[in-house]
């Protein structure tokens, strides 16, 4: 079975680290894959920039998207996603320490599939990641053209 990837967009290292150790723990087993922010989110989605070698049409399973990215900023990467017709339907999880209602009200505005906020105890965190994981990588159906 070939597991998918996931693209975790993250800025903050300590978070970068929390959210991977929080996957590992929870043995999810697919390869994370890590954007440190927007521009760079933006090119490996595209196959742009220094991933001009990735294939697009690769697919993440999900994309797990910080809010506070410097570059680009976690909404206008949501906006770019939902407007390209190859990345549309792809789940994009919105998880940020962000407690802004418009950020909130904006996300969703802008076709987010679920928003997260990140717990600031590891053992919550954990548990909000697992729970992440089993929806987003095991229940959850893809539409045919992300399934590839």
């Known amino acids: 079975m070939k ?10 290292p300590d978070d970068e680290l929390l959210a991977i150790r929080a996957l590992k723990k929870n043995n999810i ?10 521009a760079e989110a933006l090119d ?17 399973q999900v994309v797990l998207l910080d809010l506070k990215l410097p570059k680009i900023d976690g909404l206008t990467v949501l906006q770019r996603i939902r407007g390209n017709d190859e990345t549309k339907l792809l789940p994009v999880v919105i998880l ?7 950020d909130l009200i904006e996300s969703y505005s802008l076709g987010a599939n679920s928003y997260v906020r990140k717990p600031v105890d590891f053992d919550q ?7 992440l994981g089993l929806y987003w990588l095991v229940l959850n159906v893809l539409p045919p ?3 590839s």
């Open 29 to 38: 087993a697919n390869t994370i894959d890590v954007a440190r922010d927007g």
């Open 125 to 131: 965190f954990t548990e909000a990641i697992r729970q």
């Open 145 to 147: 053209n992300l399934n």
């Open 44 to 60: 490996y989605l595209f196959g742009e920039g220094k991933y001009a070698d990735r294939d697009p049409a690769s697919k993440p």
């Open 96 to 102: 940020t320490s962000s407690d802004e209602e418009r």
């Open 3 to 12: 597991f998918k990837t996931i693209l975790l967009v993250e800025d903050n």
